[in-house]
């Protein structure tokens, strides 16, 4: 089975940074995706990660460690359209498991 | 750009009704899926396809069933709707092979079952 967990919420200032952890417990592994929510619309894909590392992609990066089962994403410069769910997501062959969302209020 | 289309935003059926959520999409995608999604409990897999004609069972697949006759088309059946599967209902797709290619989600359909 999967148990992916991440934080429920968490509050940051307009241009400051944020790191959102992600651990999970997966009975095989392909790799680490991260989705962008924002209320009412459906998930955007930001970032994947198969290899151990930080990969970067302007304001957000994306780090894992396989052997630790951990992955964090870094949302750099804060900007008020970033508040949304942040959604971690182990693959697994054909399969996609999701935590349950972080979701992320940028505050003036 | 990858769109996925459902064919319902809202729907409001009652309970014991046969319901049919329809996803289409059009980059001949051989991977579809569909997720729901509750508060607090995230996306939960229910059903996932790689092939016409072929279905595979997600996480939680009890009093769903699915169809994929066309590659296009996937498509979910709620045999006899019960309360509990009140929810939003989320399809995706992606290209076939390894995990690489991300998934493209629908914009969702919410279904209320009273």
């Known amino acids: 089975g999967q148990n992916i967990d991440q934080p429920t919420e968490m509050t940051a200032t307009e241009g400051a940074i944020v790191q959102i952890n992600c651990t999970y417990q997966t009975s095989g592994f392909n790799g680490l995706f991260w989705y962008q929510q924002h209320a009412g619309e459906a998930p955007t894909f930001l970032s994947y990660n198969v290899l151990d590392g930080l990969e970067e992609k302007g304001r957000f990066s994306s780090f894992l460690s396989r052997s630790k089962g951990y992955s964090y994403l870094l949302l750099k410069e804060l900007q008020m359209k970033d508040s949304a769910s942040y959604l971690c997501a182990a693959f697994n062959d054909y399969k996609l498991s999701f935590g349950a969302g972080t979701t992320v209020t940028v505050r003036a | 750009d990858v769109k996925v289309t459902q064919s319902s935003r809202y729907l409001v059926k009652r309970t014991g009704e046969k319901v049919f959520l329809e996803c289409v999409q059009d980059?001949?995608?051989?991977?579809m899926f569909w997720y729901r999604q509750d508060p607090g409990l995230g996306l939960r897999l229910i059903y996932f396809?790689?092939?016409?004609?072929?279905?595979e069972k997600g996480d939680i697949p009890e009093g769903y069933s699915v169809s994929r006759e066309k590659k296009e088309r996937f498509s979910l059946i709620l045999e006899s709707a019960s309360t509990n599967q009140t929810s939003m209902y989320l399809c995706a797709s992606s290209l076939g092979g390894t995990g690489e290619s991300p998934l493209h989600f629908g914009n969702g359909t919410r279904l209320t079952v009273t």
């Open positions: 980059m001949d995608h051989e991977n």
């Open positions: 396809s790689y092939d016409v004609k072929m279905k």
